[in-house]
């Protein structure tokens, strides 16, 4: 079996029992961003955003950091409208993945889905703004492709913000 095979085989098993913590969860803050997070986003992230190891990475603290700044919410919504590729490390883990875009996906479900990533997800610190639909809409209009993403996160990263 491949390397590829057996991640999503991973994905899968993990899917099943995230699926089973989830069952015990509150209900979301941002249903809508949830549900499309499930359609979209949990088959490589998993249904609990911990990520699926040599697959994606986890997305249950970094985008909640990123949203408390005005760099990293612009990073958040050119990931999602972008998609984002090449080799990150995230939580000392090594990834080197492509996601694709959702710009097809509309800005309010763009922004939904974020803010439950944040919000839901992440436990973003009191305080943090809400992702908007006019956030997203501001860099749809400026459309970059993954790798350019991936080097905007870097920046961010060694700058810390």
Do not use: W
């Amino acid at each position: 079996m491949g390397a590829a095979r057996r991640a999503l085989a991973a994905a899968g098993i993990l899917g099943v029992a995230a699926g089973a913590c989830l069952a015990d969860a509150p209900a979301p803050g941002y249903p809508n961003g949830a549900r499309a997070f499930q359609a979209n986003c949990a088959v490589c992230h998993g249904p609990a955003g911990a990520g699926i190891p040599a697959l994606a990475p986890p997305l249950v603290s970094y985008p909640a950091h990123y949203a408390g700044s005005a760099e990293g919410r612009r990073l958040l919504a050119m990931t999602v409208l972008n998609g984002l590729y090449g080799a990150i490390t995230v939580e000392d883990k090594h990834f080197d993945f492509r996601m694709p875009e959702f710009s097809s996906l509309d800005d309010p479900t763009l922004a939904a889905v974020l803010n439950f990533v944040v919000f839901d997800l992440g436990h973003a610190a009191a305080g943090t703004k809400p992702l908007t639909p006019a956030d997203i809409l501001a860099e749809r209009a400026h459309p970059v492709d993954g790798a350019v993403v991936r080097e905007h996160r870097e920046a961010l990263v060694h700058t810390g913000a």
